[in-house]
């Protein structure tokens, strides 16, 4: 008998026509190891944990359930920490050597700040921004951080304790995109972006090849590579992240990418066969995937190795936050964390789902959990 974790929501489903179909290399495997070597080297670096979730497993009618809890990362609080800091030590790395700096003093200009000032910037709804602005802290360059109204007072403040400018725009997250890059462009900035599009690919690139670290963890973890993994999605990087390194692991496993309903670019890029932007203030809760652009790099991977995308409600994702607050040992998962664990649940829950995903008993189901309590205040709210 089907013992209920959360309640039963509305969704959507949509199964890729074109999964399996081959396409070109997004994120060959050369730059993925350089963004290893780099990341694995700073001295703060640890894996994240995979916690094993025996108990949404027996809910879901499958054999393992495994989340890869982000909230420890680099003290950042989410996945994000892996990307945009990595991809601000590359960019401000090519651009010395381009000056004509010479290896040693590049070093040097890393690691004391004894090099030109650099500025680097970028939009974000909060966790992009925040490593961003950690990486530029780091590696000694300015930074100015574009959010939108709806970024929390909480988010602003997080991302300018690392010393970096927040600049507030008008409208949603994407017209933050545009803004960071016109400003940019104007003051002779550096856009270091976590979404990729026509003429601009090279920075997000090296943001999801830093993005590969975590799934790269979690695999080596497992003893098989797992049948299924749901995915958050945002522009879609972190899930094209993961499908590279599936797929760099001997494939075989069906991703699920998971999107807010009211932001699901993504399943309507599917829909499209083509890259489509959904219009409209993108109001979800879920603030980290509340993106109507899919990024061009992400949705080339994904367009074929998906297996299937889900839009899932605002509700189920606050069921999911409180579901692993209230469980033992406890996990914190903020709003963006859990809309993978949302969908597993929805579907596992559903015959229809449940065959169209071949979910059954012999399942093992990888999750990742992209973020812990990175708005506090929110979470205390969400999950009391
Ligand atoms: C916690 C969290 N999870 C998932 C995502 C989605 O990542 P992407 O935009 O690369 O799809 C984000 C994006 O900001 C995020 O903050």
Not at 319 to 335: H, I, N, S, T, W
Request: hydrophobic share 45%.
């Amino acid at each position: 008998m089907l013992r209920r974790m959360i309640p039963a929501r509305s969704y959507r489903l949509l199964l890729n026509r074109n999964h399996g179909t081959p396409g070109m290399v997004v994120l060959p495997e050369g730059g993925f190891r350089r963004a290893r070597a780099e990341i694995t080297s700073w001295p703060d670096y640890r894996p994240t944990p995979l916690v094993s979730l025996p108990d949404v497993a027996a809910a879901a009618r499958v054999a393992a359930v495994y989340y890869k809890d982000e909230g420890s990362r680099f003290g950042l609080g989410s996945f994000k920490a892996l990307g945009g800091a990595y991809a601000v030590k590359h960019l401000l790395v090519a651009e010395l050597s381009r000056r004509g700096l010479a290896p040693a003093a590049i070093a040097e200009a890393m690691a004391s700040g004894s090099g030109p000032r650099l500025t680097v910037c970028c939009a974000t709804d909060g966790n992009h921004g925040r490593s961003v602005a950690w990486g530029a802290q780091r590696f000694h360059a300015g930074c100015v951080i574009f959010v939108h109204e709806t970024v929390s007072q909480g988010r602003r403040d997080a991302i300018a304790a690392y010393g970096a400018e927040i600049r507030v725009v008008p409208g949603n997250y994407d017209d933050a995109v545009r803004a960071a890059q016109a400003t940019a462009e104007k003051a002779g900035w550096f856009v270091v972006s976590d979404t990729s599009y026509p003429g601009y690919t090279e920075v997000p690139r090296d943001v999801m090849q830093g993005y590969r670290v975590m799934a790269d963890e979690a695999l080596a973890a497992l003893p098989t590579p797992p049948t299924h993994c749901f995915i958050q999605g945002g522009v879609g990087g972190v899930a094209a992240a993961v499908a590279s390194q599936l797929r760099a692991h001997g494939g075989g496993t069906k991703l699920v990418v998971a999107e807010p309903d009211k932001a699901a670019c993504l399943l309507a890029s599917c829909e499209a066969s083509a890259p489509t932007t959904i219009e409209g203030d993108l109001d979800t809760l879920m603030a980290g995937l509340a993106c109507g652009e899919p990024s061009l790099l992400a949705w080339q991977e994904l367009e074929r190795s998906a297996f299937a995308f889900m839009a899932v409600p605002d509700a189920s994702a606050v069921d999911c936050m409180r579901l692993l607050a209230q469980r033992q040992p406890k996990v914190v998962a903020g709003e963006s964390a859990v809309a993978g664990l949302a969908a597993l649940l929805l579907a596992a829950q559903e015959p229809f789902a449940r065959a169209a995903l071949g979910l059954d008993e012999t399942s093992q189901v990888l999750l990742f959990g992209t973020e812990g309590a990175t708005d506090p205040e929110l979470y205390a709210k969400l999950t009391a």
